[in-house]
């Protein structure tokens, strides 16, 4: 493995480590994630990045969510983005209301969506109201994507969605990837047909039992996609973890979890946390108890001192004040100790 980064990564990571600590300080948001539904048109197994499907609730209406947002002082609006998620947010026919709405407080905004119920009317209703980023997953050619959606027709409806935002050049769109063993081997091809879409930024995510084979093998073809500056200039590994010698190849950052510092999210039941992928045991208050805005000021310690990160595997760790842990969605609690370790899976792939 060849383990040395990119010289401008060094030069990046003194100047992020050295600001670090007053980032955190001031922690001002630029993120929102709103989990505005628990209900999907697909049936995936399991809850994936920036999607989380539960057992049928009510969705949150609409004017609570906005009550929530604007607890969020009016001087950080204009470097907010709003992202909706779900669930499928196109099966709430209050989309567009709820654009405008955010779109009037002057907030940018944006939404991950299957695209199945996307459509060129649907694009024009959003569009006109501010829809300014799309997040689409296609994860492997069609037959993969849509297996590991049990078999539902998606893959198409998803293409078309991505071809139509693209099209409108109005609308930034970022397809996600999840990366398991059974797409590894797709990367390539999904390369190619990704870039005779026009796609132009693409996040890769992967499965939590990767093996260290397969995600060396991946890292690598993110790095050489990098390097060569090709049809996808925005290709980059997610921020899900730390990757030691891979850290300034694969993405332009280096790597921090923004949970809870400049990430916030609203679950569907008003849980207010710091990222949708969090677990749902770091809960830090509830929209229908308290500001939204009271909460991330006061509360959100457990995302802002990460010492508590420093149990087990990471207490010895060398990296540990670059990787502080890793992802905090990694944590199922603050006794746990983390999940995965992108680092040991590399390094153990190596034996
Ligand atoms: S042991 Fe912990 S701190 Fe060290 S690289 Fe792994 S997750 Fe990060
Ligand atoms: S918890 Fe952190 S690392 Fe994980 S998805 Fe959210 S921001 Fe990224």
């Known amino acids: ?37 628990n209900r999907c048109n697909l049936d995936c197994p399991g809850n994936t990045v920036y999607c989380r499907k539960e057992k049928h609730r009510l969705d949150m209406p609409a004017a609570h969510f906005l009550e929530a947002l604007d607890t969020i002082p009016k001087r950080y ?75 539902i027709p998606n893959f198409r409806y998803a293409s078309q969605c991505i071809s139509l935002a693209l099209a409108g050049d109005r609308i930034s769109v970022t397809v996600l ?11 390539e091809p999904l390369y190619r047909w990704l870039s005779d879409l026009g ?34 200039p925005d290709i980059q590994f997610g921020c899900e973890g730390y990757l030691g010698p891979y850290e300034g190849k694969v993405r332009k950052a280096p790597f921090f979890c923004w949970s809870g510092v400049n990430i916030g999210a609203i679950y569907n039941d008003g849980g207010i946390t710091g ?15 308290s500001g939204f805005y009271e909460v991330w000021q006061n509360k959100f310690i457990l995302f802002r001192n990460r010492d508590w990160l420093k149990v ?22 603050t006794r746990t100790e983390v999940k995965v370790c992108h680092l040991s899976r590399l390094l153990e792939s190596e034996k």
């Not at 100047?15 to 955190?24: G, Y």
């Not at 209301?97 to 939404?111: A, L, P, Q, T, V």
């Not at 990222?275 to 108890?289: A, F, H, P, S, W």
Request: net charge positive; aromatic share 10%; proline share 2%.
């Open 77 to 151: 609006r204009r470097r907010l983005r709003v992202i909706i998620a779900g669930g499928e947010p196109l099966l709430r026919t209050d989309l567009p209301e709820i654009g405008s709405e955010i779109s009037k407080r002057g907030i940018s905004w944006g939404m991950v969506t299957n695209g199945t119920l996307y459509s060129q009317i649907i694009q024009d209703k959003l569009s006109a109201v501010g829809l300014g980023y799309l997040y689409v997953r296609i994860d492997g050619m069609e037959a993969t994507h849509d297996r590991a959606r049990n078999n």
């Open 1 to 37: 493995m060849n383990r040395s980064p990119a010289p401008l990564y060094f030069f990046r990571r003194f100047l992020f480590l050295a600001s670090k600590n007053r980032i955190v300080k001031r922690h001002r948001i630029r993120y929102l994630l709103w989990e505005c539904t």
């Open 199 to 232: 796609v132009k930024s693409w996040r890769i995510f992967t499965a939590d039992n990767l093996d260290g084979l397969s995600f060396r093998k991946l890292l690598d073809f993110i790095a050489s996609k990098r390097r060569t500056a090709g049809k996808i």
């Open 275 to 289: 990222c949708l992928n969090m677990d749902k045991r770091t809960v830090q208050g509830n929209i229908y108890e």
């Open 312 to 333: 087990s595997r990471c207490q010895n760790c060398e990296d540990f004040r670059y990787c502080l842990g890793n992802g905090l969605h990694y944590r199922r609690d």
């Open 177 to 187: 990837t999840l990366v398991t063993g059974l797409n590894i081997h797709q990367m």
